[in-house]
């Protein structure tokens, strides 16, 4: 919160640095604090350092050493550790191992604390594990009904698992709790494509969720998708590229974008795009690189590049379904007959 008010008054990052490290001057305690300040570049490493009465905190391209700040006993509890090491990655995106680091907190220390849930499905959505995500965001609902934090993600990943009586159960219960949240009209916009399949009606819900918050991406996805199913396309682009601007880090965004552009026969710009990001913000991200492969398939002369992308992607993650099948698709374009059957 402080660094977005430090954002709209054009302030630096070092100040809202700043204003987080006096923030654990007043209450040591505050995990918020320490979160916020992992997102801001502090490494994990100095937050966890520890003088026998207090730590310093410091950003690693600060010239200075600023004043010691106490830090809560807490730091030394092994469950805040974890913690802090399973935040340290998320910020990182490092979302594998940020959601095994949430499972064994869930599992070893805080059982019912929606705040692990929450990060723990959030994380598995980004890393593209959609069932497990699912289960541990129904999971947190069912401790706090009354949460909202990532109920759009859970409204999509109810979507595409194809769990119809549980998205209308979504709806009904996110209807109960008010209509001015974004997740409520971003839940009944995916219960509209899924049950009355009208898409004209759900990029209106998707805007309604927009005005109410214009940094949601689960907004501009939704909508992206529903202008997708009406065929139009270039508007489908604009907001699917908007939500990769707003969330670099997220493949759905991406993945909306070659569809449009494969949509529109804009074959080479479909590469362009999905290979400057397996470049830049999807690096090691095994969706990313089958896609990026499955792109360059569709081209005959770039078949040996595509098999390179794929042969990679299983190299983060042998058990990927979906980059086996194209790599075994193009091994048989290339008449690499051995290696199909072995695969």
């Not at 010239?63 to 807490?74: D, G, H, K, R």
């Not at 340290?88 to 604390?113: M, W």
């Not at 074959?267 to 990001?277: E, G, Q, V, W």
Request: glycine fraction near 4%.
């Amino acid at each position: 919160m402080i660094y977005h008010c430090y954002q709209k008054a054009g302030g630096s990052v070092q100040e809202s640095i700043s204003a987080y490290r006096e923030c654990l001057k007043q209450n040591p305690n505050a995990l918020s604090a320490y979160i916020a300040l992992l997102a801001l570049g502090i490494k994990l490493s100095d937050l966890l350092h520890t003088h026998p009465s207090a730590a310093s905190i410091h950003h690693e391209n600060q010239a200075q050493q600023p004043t010691p700040v106490t830090v809560s006993p807490l730091v030394r509890q092994p469950w805040f550790r974890a913690l802090l090491q399973a935040d340290a990655c998320s910020t990182s995106r490092d979302f594998a191992e940020a959601s095994r680091l949430y499972q064994q907190i869930d599992a070893q220390y805080l059982p019912q604390s929606t705040y692990v849930l929450c990060q723990l499905g959030y994380n598995q959505y980004l890393n593209g594990d959609y069932g497990q995500a699912l289960h541990s965001l129904q999971r947190a609902q069912q401790i706090d009904p009354l949460l909202l934090k990532h109920m759009d993600i859970l409204a999509f990943l109810t979507y595409t698992e194809c769990k119809d009586n549980s998205l209308e159960k979504l709806v009904n219960h996110l209807m109960s709790l008010g209509d001015n949240h974004p997740e409520t009209w971003i839940a009944i916009g995916y219960y509209c494509l899924k049950k009355n399949h009208k898409p004209s009606r759900t990029v209106y819900l998707a805007q309604k969720a927009y005005a109410l918050d214009n940094t949601r991406i689960q907004a501009l996805l939704l909508k992206g998708l529903a202008l997708f199913k009406l065929k139009r396309y270039s508007d489908s682009l604009v907001h699917y590229k908007e939500a990769v601007r707003l969330t670099p880090y997220c493949f759905e965004g991406y993945k909306g974008v070659v569809d449009g552009y494969l949509a529109t026969n804009r074959l080479s710009d479909a590469n362009m795009f999905i290979t400057n990001a397996v470049r830049t913000n999807l690096k090691e991200n095994v969706r990313a690189f089958t896609l990026c492969g499955q792109v360059l398939a569709k081209e005959p002369s770039s078949l040996d590049k595509a098999r390179v992308y794929l042969e990679k992607a299983l190299g983060f993650n042998a058990k990927y379904t979906d980059a086996v099948i194209s790599l075994v698709e193009v091994y048989g374009q290339l008449k690499q007959q051995q290696k199909s059957i072995e695969l």
